[in-house]
């Protein structure tokens, strides 16, 4: 259950809590995704200090890690990721997508590559998998609309996608929380189209955008104001990615709520978060860089312990681990903290001030 708790005066940014059967979490806040069943890098007990309040893992990926019989088995997605807080979980449609595949109106067929066989995968499968998993909020089957569809095929793709996500409504029957996706496509009528029929279903939030169709600021922009013009304030939304501070504080006053953060995806490219927005730790650093830390101000247990650049980079020349984990812990610990900072300021009435304060150095 979303409960706004307090609205910004200027904007469309508010604090929340959803409640749920495993916990509440405040809001803007992450949901930090899984590698399979952990955070790689990182072990589950180390989790709390790092500020995270709810995780994100993948229907699909635990149930190829566990199969049916794990999944007959286990009692739920905490008994796999060892560590209990509120759990939502995205329908496997997304890392299907990675694969070789073709679709038709029922589902998807693709190549298994751990059975070497061809394999199917549908809406009524996906939520099976996710009410067993009991995770607090599931997502409704969907396609990605990737940049390089033309009209023809964009259009019968959100058509099947659109139809699969009914289906997933239809195929729930447990009191979870479930989420309807609004693919964000590089073609306007067709995004209109989908905000405005997911509307109508009944839905307990919506999750915007997907993690292979990143848009530009302009047309996250525009999309934003549809969304806001078609869909009600009470319910919560979720946007699937970031790449910017500047893309976070526009969310948060567009009133999103939520945010996937997927740490890998960042570390493996080097790429640390601070208050000037990120640094390339594999690019050629000058010399004051190379001496400081992460972020003078940061609390993290890689700042704490006096970790500069130039010890990361020696970690990452002797292709260690170390390099991926301590990025990891810092960039999860420093996006946790600006969540927190964000939700106090709007508490406060202090949200534009921070704003200014962050994006006035940004470097995207």
């Given at each position: ?83 209990k807080c509120p759990v939502i979980t995205s329908s496997g449609s997304e890392y299907l997508f990675g694969l070789q595949f073709k679709i038709n109106n029922s589902g998807i067929y693709f190549k298994n590559i751990q059975k070497g066989i061809e394999d199917y995968f549908d809406a009524e499968l996906s939520i099976k998998i996710q009410q067993e998993l009991q995770s607090d909020i599931i997502s ?225």
């Amino acid at each position: 259950m979303f409960q706004i708790i307090k609205r910004d005066n200027l904007t469309k940014a508010r604090v929340g809590k959803i409640e749920t059967a495993h916990g509440f979490f405040e809001t803007p806040s992450l949901f930090i995704k899984t590698k399979k069943n952990q955070i790689k890098f990182i072990q589950p007990e180390e989790y709390k200090s790092l500020k995270i309040q709810s995780i994100e893992a993948d229907a699909y990926v635990i149930f190829e890690l566990i199969g049916e019989e794990g999944l007959a088995s286990t009692n739920g997605i905490f008994d796999i990721l060892k560590y209990k807080c509120p759990v939502i979980t995205s329908s496997g449609s997304e890392y299907l997508f990675g694969l070789q595949f073709k679709i038709n109106n029922s589902g998807i067929y693709f190549k298994n590559i751990q059975k070497g066989i061809e394999d199917y995968f549908d809406a009524e499968l996906s939520i099976k998998i996710q009410q067993e998993l009991q995770s607090d909020i599931i997502s409704a089957f969907h396609l990605p609309i990737l940049p390089q569809y033309n009209y023809e095929k964009a259009k019968i793709l959100l058509e099947n996608s659109l139809n699969w996500q009914m289906r997933s409504l239809e195929a729930k029957n447990s009191n979870q929380e479930i989420y309807g996706i609004i693919d964000c496509g590089k073609f306007e009528d067709l995004i209109e189209q989908n905000i405005k029929f997911l509307s109508k279903l009944s839905f307990d939030g919506f999750q915007i955008g997907n993690r292979l169709n990143h848009l530009d600021f302009n047309s996250l922009k525009n999309i934003v104001s549809k969304i806001n013009q078609n869909l009600t304030e009470e319910k919560p939304k979720h946007f699937s990615e970031f790449v910017s501070l500047e893309e976070i504080f526009f969310l948060v006053e567009s009133g999103v709520d939520t945010f996937s953060f997927y740490p890998d995806f960042w570390s493996k490219r080097g790429i640390a978060w601070n208050n000037s927005g990120k640094i390339n730790l594999k690019e050629k650093l000058d010399t004051l860089i190379l001496n400081s830390q992460l972020e003078e101000f940061c609390n993290c247990p890689v700042c704490s312990a006096e970790i500069k650049i130039k010890d990361l980079i020696d970690l990452l020349n002797k292709k260690s681990d170390d390099f991926y984990r301590f990025l990891n812990i810092h960039n999860i610990y420093f996006l946790n903290n600006l969540m927190e900072l964000i939700r106090e300021s709007i508490s406060n009435g202090e949200f534009q001030k921070l704003k200014e304060y962050f994006l006035k150095t940004k470097i995207f």
